[in-house]
């Protein structure tokens, strides 16, 4: 993925979506529950979005 000059292999994208997911499984986000994101177009709103 690439997004300006910020390049991101499939593999850093599936760990820093992983790295999310237990974070919001931290603050009490239940599987399937749907979760609301406003980012800015960028390789994070990409993260935010994947699903492995």
């Known amino acids: 993925m690439v997004h300006d000059k910020e390049r991101l292999s499939y593999g850093e994208l599936n ?6 997911t237990h974070h ?7 599987p399937d529950e749907p979760v609301a994101i ?7 709103m990409v993260v935010g979005s994947w699903r492995s």
């Open 24 to 30: 919001l499984i931290e603050l009490g986000v239940k």
């Open 15 to 20: 760990a820093h979506a992983s790295r999310l």
């Open 38 to 44: 406003c980012l800015d177009r960028s390789l994070a």
